[in-house]
């Protein structure tokens, strides 16, 4: 028998990554199993395995959909004329959009989907987080050469508690199994931080 269509393939994998995000929100807490997995897909959990090699290539799966979807458009922030602060109000806002539409896929940056599984996956979610710090990071230091304004606190002191705060917010909307949305009051909460951002 031939090998399906490389489009067929890619359905299908999008509707594996999907189905799985779909039961990350649907069970918070709950392992997910390859055989449930592929009772929700439709298919045999050999079936599955065609597509991934295993459920942590999956989730790697998952962890490069967050990064493509965020930085391809931190980039389009970064070559926009916005002011420093306009930039970093758009990527904290850009993260915390992006986790409240895809709320399985916070279990996986926060961790608690990835208990058990391979080191690498959590190094990867780790190295997410410090690559959005060192966007902030820049953009600080280049509001100093190209606006005349400095960080009220060391550059890299002040992009580690912009992205603590987002991520402190991701984790709440996990801990509350999704009913602390994460911009619930971010309107205000950046209004009060932003004043004392950049002097």
Same mark, same amino acid.
């Given at each position: 028998?031939?090998?399906?269509?490389?489009?067929?393939?890619?359905? !299908?994998?999008?509707?594996?990554?999907?189905?799985?995000?779909?039961?990350?929100?649907?069970?918070?807490?709950? =392992?997910?199993?390859?055989?449930?997995? #592929?009772?929700?897909?439709?298919?045999?959990?050999?079936?599955?395995? !065609?597509?991934?090699?295993?459920?942590?290539?999956?989730?790697? /799966?998952?962890?490069?959909?967050?990064?493509?979807?965020?930085?391809?458009?931190?980039?389009?922030?970064?070559?926009?004329?916005?002011?420093?602060?306009?930039?970093?109000?758009?990527? +904290?806002?850009?993260?915390?959009?992006? #986790?409240?539409?895809?709320?399985?896929?916070?279990?996986?940056?926060? /961790?608690?989907?990835?208990? /058990?599984?391979?080191?690498?996956? !959590?190094?990867?979610?780790?190295?997410?987080?410090?690559?959005? @710090?060192?966007?902030?990071? =820049?953009?600080?230091?280049?509001? #100093?050469?190209?606006?005349?304004?400095?960080?009220?606190?060391?550059?890299?002191?002040?992009?580690?508690?912009?992205?603590?705060?987002?991520?402190?917010?991701?984790?709440?909307?996990? =801990?509350? @199994?999704?009913?602390?949305?994460? +911009?619930?009051?971010?309107?205000?909460?950046?209004?009060?931080?932003?004043?004392?951002? +950049?002097?």
């Amino acid at each position: 028998m031939a090998a399906p269509p490389k489009k067929d393939r890619n359905n !299908r994998r999008q509707q594996i990554l999907e189905s799985l995000a779909r039961m990350l929100e649907q069970s918070p807490g709950a =392992r997910i199993t390859t055989a449930k997995l #592929a009772k929700e897909v439709g298919v045999t959990e050999a079936a599955l395995y !065609r597509h991934f090699p295993s459920k942590g290539k999956m989730f790697e /799966g998952l962890i490069e959909f967050v990064e493509e979807s965020i930085f391809s458009r931190v980039n389009r922030v970064m070559q926009e004329g916005a002011n420093a602060e306009a930039k970093i109000e758009a990527i +904290l806002t850009l993260v915390l959009t992006f #986790a409240e539409k895809n709320p399985g896929i916070c279990r996986i940056l926060m /961790g608690d989907a990835l208990a /058990g599984e391979k080191e690498r996956l !959590r190094t990867r979610v780790s190295q997410f987080f410090e690559r959005l @710090e060192s966007q902030i990071k =820049r953009i600080l230091r280049e509001a #100093a050469i190209r606006e005349g304004k400095r960080s009220a606190l060391v550059a890299s002191k002040a992009s580690n508690l912009l992205v603590a705060i987002v991520e402190g917010r991701i984790h709440q909307f996990v =801990r509350t @199994e999704f009913k602390q949305a994460p +911009l619930e009051g971010w309107n205000e909460q950046w209004a009060f931080l932003s004043k004392g951002l +950049l002097v």
